[in-house]
T-cell receptor
């Protein structure tokens, strides 16, 4: 059974720091991996999607890497800002029998203080 | 604007009542999903539908029911059989699996259900 773990569960950093959020998964047979941002009481916003054949994806100050063989992904946030404060979720996509299923981690709650 | 709408934003239910959560999308996506989110936990899949008039149980379908009569709509009913329904419910949609590489899921804003 696929399990997704995110470490740390919570993180508080001063503005301007570079930081790394970690995601690990138990079964390497994934189709792709997606990082989301969730603000309190809101839905999920997709940040980056990495296909299983890719090693990394970048969008602005965000960089996500994927090491499928070791079951790990990291989300790197450069020069953090207070507006980055949110919960970050990673999810792996399984494809089996023609359906598309996301398995989510519990998230990392990030607070960036001025 | 294309997107996913969920209503209501907040919903209160008395014990023993059935309630229905609405999810509508105008992204022309074939697949739609319902997730439940509890504090400190990841999202868990309740039901999903790949095409109209077809849907499948997810990991925690007990106490829930769905219908998919139109491509744009995928309502979720929380029945009285669901013992602990207080949670945040999220609807999502995606492009079809076949013939696509990039089948990212897009999420609605969510409905917070509270049992009184």
């Amino acid at each position: 059974k696929q399990e997704v773990t995110q470490i740390p569960a919570a993180l508080s950093v001063p503005e301007g720091e570079n930081l790394v959020l970690n995601c690990s998964f138990t079964d390497s047979a994934i189709y792709n991996l997606q990082w989301f941002r969730q603000d309190p009481g809101k839905g999920l916003t997709s940040l980056l999607l990495i296909q299983s054949s890719q090693r990394e994806q970048t969008s602005g100050r965000l960089n996500a890497s994927l090491d499928k063989s070791s079951g790990r992904s990291t989300l790197y946030i450069a020069a953090s800002q207070p507006g980055d404060s949110a919960t970050y979720l990673c999810a792996v996509r399984l494809v089996s029998g023609g359906y598309n299923k996301l398995i989510f981690g519990a998230g990392t709650r990030l607070a960036v203080h001025p | 604007d294309g997107g996913i709408t969920q209503s209501p934003k907040y919903l209160f239910r008395k014990e023993g009542q059935n309630v229905t959560l609405s999810c509508e999308q105008n992204l022309n996506h074939d697949a739609m999903y319902w997730y439940r989110q509890d504090p400190g936990q990841g999202l868990r899949l309740i039901y999903y539908s790949q095409i109209v008039n077809d849907f499948q149980k997810g990991d925690i379908a007990e106490g829930y029911s769905v219908s998919r009569e139109k491509k744009e709509s995928f309502p979720l009913t929380v029945t009285s059989a669901q013992k602990n329904p207080t949670a945040f419910y999220l609807c999502a949609s995606s492009t079809p699996q076949a013939g696509t590489i990039y089948n990212e899921q897009f999420f609605g804003p969510g409905t917070r259900l509270t049992v009184l």
